[in-house]
Structures are given as structure tokens and as C-alpha cells.
């Protein structure tokens, strides 16, 4: 499909990753085990594990499968993988480095030379391709030993060693990597805390929004810190916040249902991204605080560094729109990335429930833009989806192209709306391990890999019908969809 409306010059067309779904070698060269590590596989298993406040932070192998542990052996693979993008013309590359590679506790002083020597090699192999790299310095990996000994983000000692961590990376890779991004997804936090924030839930439900919106507010701190040291370090470097966002609906036209699909929107989309971007707490968050007995403890100097240390630029992943009413109960609806919603009529969803709107994503994208002002960047989207390699060794991924075609044609109408959209880098370009399920099979990738839920398989690489599809579009500049 041709397509009328054109892209930027320079359009920093990608995929994304993580560190602990892609990379494996979970426990070589020094890394110490980060919260991924410890996370079972196996359909809903992990789905329980994040609402479960008793959960054993530990790894049984004879109970359970870890799949995060050999993930997709990038860590040994890497150069033929990154071959793959090259040939697929990426331009950019997100992925993130797992904290725990680099301090495997999190609290040491010195870091683990092994672990920036493999960081060292994978940002060289993208700059021999001239592709550009996008670092996330946490994607849902924060060290156990953080976790366990000082409950992971509620601790503000947590900031000191962040900051520890950041410096070792900004200055090793100074000369390497210009684009920055400092938490993933991190209103992810208000939903599932284990993850993004490193503690599993409480019970009481203000303790937990108590310890929640504390965690929060230590990371903010975290993110204007690392903000500040990037600029100190990289002056020419460019910072970002990460949010998961998903315009909020209103069920019907009822404006008890529009004001509640507007709190959800503010909360949910936009307060960690006004923290963010504005350098100042939004005025609408006291009354849930009040509601929710929240104090958070703000120290002398902690509002004059979230207002230094704004970032540049939002980035942030896109899978779905939410469509809310008041008194919708979880039972009642669809599942979703993180948080999902009730069912909307008007959409179909994927194999793993997730409504698929491509207008959506041209609404949240006029909405970010409006509401900021600055560039923006999608550095997620993707359809997870049971793919089949066919008789004749091929995988006719039609439906991956079709959803991926609509959204980036829904890119196309938001940048003639009159949005600054700088790059986009799909999820997972080639199948990597999921987060939310921790399964192999729910796949997004234009690269196959031979591998399993249990862990069977050979780990070949086998590109998909996608594959040429993408290479196309980042060859015609987003013009031949
Ligand atoms: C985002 C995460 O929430 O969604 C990724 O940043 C994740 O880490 C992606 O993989 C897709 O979710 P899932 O559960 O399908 O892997």
C-alpha cells in the first residue's frame, strides 16, 4: 500500500528490547539476578505472581521454568542478530541495560568490568551499521539484592546507587550513545509495583498507593538526577521519560463516565509524564493522595531538582486504547498492557485479548503532544500474536503487517495533524521472551526464533513475511506500507 502523507527526514525508524528478554546468560560474566530472573514462566503464572504480596523472591528450578534466564541467547548472538536489523535498515535501536550486569547487587562501588565489556561490543556492532542506540537504563530489572534488602524503590538509598549505575554508563559510552531513556513505562508502578518498582504489593490498599506514590517519587528524583548527569557528561545528549500510554475512552456519552475516563487519564497517562516533563506535581494527584491517605516525604532541595532535571524529549509504548465507566470491576472487561479495560464494540482484539486501535495511537499522540510540547518518540508497539512456520519453512505474518501498516499510517495522519514525532521502534523485532506472561509463543518479531515455552528448540533465526515488509517501509521513508 502506498502512502499519500510523508515522514521526517532523519526518521528514526527501529525496534525495541529489553535486557532480561532478550539477552539470556543470566548469571555469566558476574551479573548478579535482577526481578526478571526470578520470575517464572508458563501462561498465567506470572500474572499471579504480581498481585501476590507473599510471593518467594527466589529461583526453584524444580518447580518452575525461568524463561528470562537463556531468554533468546542474545548475549552469545548478538552479532548475527544485530545483522538481521542492519539488513532490515534500522536506523535505531532501543534496548536496555540490565543494571545487574554492571553492579550485579546494585549497592557496590566499583562496577563489573565483564558486564560494560558486552555492552562495550553491542554498541559498537550497532555503530558499525550506523544505527543509532536508544538506552533504557531500567526496564523491569532492577537487582534483587535492591529488592530484597532495601524493598526496592521505596528506599530513597535506592536513588544514591542509581545514580552510581548511571554515571558508570553515561561515561563509558559518552562518545557512543546520544539518546537516553531513564524508566520504562514507569507509571507501570501504579499497577504492577513488583516490576517497575521493585516490591511486591501490600495488602492494605493505601499502604500500598503510600509505598507506591513514595517509590515514585524517589525515581523522579532518580530520572532528574540521571537527566542532569547526561547533560553534565553527553552535553549533546538527549534525555527521555518512558510512559505506557493508552488514550482512556469514556463508555458512553454519561458525564459521570467522561469525568471518571479523565481522572483514570490523568492519573494513569499523564502524572508521571507532568512530573516528568514539567518538573513540578500536577495539582490534580492531592485529592487521590487525600483519598488514599498518602503523605509523600519530600526532602529539602527534592522539587528544585525534579524542576533541573525535565527531560528533552517523551518517549513511550503504545498497544491499546482503555475504554472506562465508573464502577467497572476487572472482572468485567478486557485484559490489557498493564491495565486494561471494558470491552469496546467498536474493536477486535488480539489472540491475547489486547484491543487493537490504530486511531487510538494518533489520539495519544495529539493528546502527549498538546498537552508537552516536545518531540516524541513511540518506542513500543507491536502485535504479540501465535505465529506458524508453514509446510514450506515460511511464517506468513499477514496480520502483523496489517496492524503494523495501520499504525504506522495512524503516525503518518498524527504528523500531518501537527506532531512532532521523531522515531519509531517496534516491540520486540525479533521474538523475545514476553513480560507480562513470560511466554515464548506470544511472539511480536519479523525474526523467528526456534524456541519454545519449555525451553525446546534451536534458537535459528528464520525471518518472517514481515521481515521484507519493514525493510521496505524503512527503505521508502514510511511511503510504501
Ligand atoms: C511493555 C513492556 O509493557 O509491553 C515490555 O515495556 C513488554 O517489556 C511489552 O514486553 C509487551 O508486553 P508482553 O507482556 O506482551 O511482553
Known amino acids: ?134 538506552v533504557t537504563l531500567s526496564h523491569y530489572e532492577m537487582p534483587l539484592h535492591l529488592v530484597k534488602e532495601y524493598g526496592g524503590w521505596r528506599s530513597r538509598k535506592v536513588i544514591e546507587f542509581f545514580e552510581r549505575y548511571v554515571t558508570v554508563v553515561l561515561d563509558r559510552y559518552k562518545n557512543k550513545v546520544k539518546y537516553w531513556l531513564t524508566f520504562n513505562e514507569i507509571n507501570a508502578g501504579l499497577k504492577i509495583p513488583l516490576f517497575s518498582l521493585g516490591f511486591l504489593p501490600l495488602k492494605d490498599e493505601d499502604e500500598n498507593k503510600q509505598a507506591t506514590f513514595q517509590g515514585l517519587h524517589h525515581q523522579f528524583l532518580a530520572s532528574a538526577k540521571a537527566v542532569k548527569l547526561a547533560h553534565e557528561i553527553i552535553p549533546d545528549s538527549i534525555v527521555g521519560c518512558m510512559l505506557i500510554s493508552a488514550p482512556v475512552y469514556p463508555y458512553d456519552s454519561n458525564p459521570e463516565n467522561v469525568m471518571y475516563a479523565l481522572e483514570e487519564s490523568q492519573i494513569f497517562n499523564f502524572f508521571c509524564g507532568d512530573v516528568h516533563v514539567r518538573g513540578v506535581y500536577p495539582t490534580y494527584i492531592d485529592k487521590h493522595w487525600k483519598k488514599h491517605n498518602v503523605k509523600l516525604e519530600i526532602e529539602d532541595g527534592d522539587l528544585e531538582l525534579l524542576k533541573e532535571g525535565t527531560v528533552d524529549f517523551i518517549s513511550f509504548s503504545y498497544y491499546m486504547s482503555r475504554t472506562e465507566r465508573v464502577g467497572r470491576t476487572e472482572a468485567d472487561g478486557r485484559p490489557g498492557n498493564v491495565i486494561g479495560g471494558a470491552a469496546n464494540p467498536f474493536l477486535k482484539a488480539s489472540d491475547w485479548g489486547w484491543e487493537i486501535d490504530p486511531t487510538g495511537l494518533r489520539i495519544i499522540l495529539n493528546e502527549l503532544y498538546d498537552r508537552y510540547q516536545k518531540p516524541l518518540m513511540i518506542v513500543e508497539n507491536g502485535l504479540g500474536a501465535y505465529d506458524k512456520v508453514d509446510e514450506n519453512g515460511t511464517i506468513q505474518d499477514d496480520y502483523r503487517i496489517d496492524y503494523l501498516r495501520s499504525h504506522i499510517s495512524a503516525m503518518a495522519d498524527a504528523i500531518e495533524d501537527g506532531v512532532d514525532l521523531i522515531g519509531y521502534t517496534s516491540w520486540g523485532p525479533i521474538d523475545i521472551v514476553s513480560a507480562g506472561t513470560g511466554e515464548m509463543e506470544k511472539r511480536y518479531g519479523f525474526i523467528y526464533v526456534d524456541l519454545d515455552n519449555e525451553g525446546n528448540g534451536t534458537l535459528e533465526r528464520k525471518k518472517k513475511k514481515s521481515f521484507d515488509w519493514y525493510k521496505k517501509v524503512i527503505e521508502t521513508n514510511g511511503q510504501e506500507l
Do not use: C
Open 1 to 134: 500500500m502506498s502512502n499519500t502523507k510523508s515522514f521526517p527526514k532523519g526518521f528514526l525508524w527501529g525496534g525495541a528490547t529489553a535486557a532480561n528478554q532478550i539477552e539470556g546468560a543470566y548469571n555469566e560474566d558476574g551479573k548478579g539476578l535482577n526481578i526478571a530472573d526470578v520470575l517464572p514462566g508458563g501462561g498465567k503464572i506470572r500474572q499471579i505472581v504480581r498481585k501476590d504480596h507473599s510471593f518467594e523472591l527466589n529461583i526453584d528450578q524444580e518447580k518452575y521454568h525461568y524463561p528470562n534466564h537463556l531468554a533468546i541467547d542474545f548475549y552469545h548472538r548478538y552479532k548475527e542478530d544485530i545483522a538481521l536489523f542492519a539488513e532490515m535498515g534500522f536506523k535505531t535501536y532501543r534496548m536496555s541495560i540490565a543494571w545487574s550486569r554492571i553492579f550485579p547487587n546494585g549497592d557496590e562501588l566499583e562496577p563489573n568490568e565483564k558486564g560494560l565489556e558486552f555492552y562495550d561490543n553491542v554498541i559498537d556492532e550497532l555503530i558499525k551499521y550506523n544505527i543509532e542506540p536508544v
